[in-house]
């Protein structure tokens, strides 16, 4: 498996550094074409809970390690049958991941209203800062994308901000409006 996915991930190299050359296509062109392969580069990080358990993410912006205030899983992700036996909540939570079953991929990343659950009682531990951070199961976190985790950052991504909204969730912004980070020793 693991050769299939590399020869796949080089496969898609391969087509964006061919495409670069092509004196006869507009930029904006060349730029779908990437935009639609979608390889991003980026870094995997392990957030830790219950103490020898994690939950995996990927980030193309470890600059804002700082700035994530919870984490959410998709429905389906495997580690959430880590984390029920130790929620406060086990029959919400299996109640909102039934209710997600109902729901495409598609209707799920397209759907404008964000819905979760909280993993009431479970922390992740953000490496970067050693601060305990709440878990959220949700739907607009997708299983086929990345990891099927992400590390939300309200203050530099639209769909955490929605998300933080809806729940009152706390934001911290650590990158400027001139993309520079801003002292992230008071954090």
């Known amino acids: 498996m693991r050769q299939w996915v590399l020869a796949i991930l080089k496969y ?11 004196p006869k296509w507009p930029e904006s062109v060349k730029s779908a074409q990437t935009q639609w392969i979608g390889r991003s580069n980026g870094h995997e990080i392990d957030f830790i809970i219950n103490d020898n358990d994690a939950i995996r993410i990927f980030t193309t912006r470890i600059d804002t ?13 495997s580690i959430v049958e880590k984390i029920i036996p130790k929620a406060k909540n086990k029959r919400e939570i299996l109640d909102y991941i039934e209710l997600t079953k109902s729901k495409t991929d598609l209707e799920r990343k397209a759907s404008k209203t964000k819905t979760g659950v909280l993993i009431e009682g479970v922390f992740a531990t953000n490496p970067i800062n050693g601060k305990q951070i709440p878990i959220w199961i949700a739907d607009y976190v997708l299983n086929a994308y990345g990891t099927g985790a992400i590390m939300a950052v309200p203050a530099h991504d639209e769909s955490d901000k929605e998300f933080a909204d809806v729940y009152s969730l706390p934001s911290i912004q650590v990158i400027s409006e001139d993309n520079t980070l801003l002292n992230s020793n008071e954090k």
């Open 12 to 22: 898609a190299d391969r087509l964006i550094d061919d495409s670069k050359p092509l």
């Open 65 to 77: 390690l700082f700035g994530v205030t919870f984490l959410v899983i998709a429905p389906e992700n």
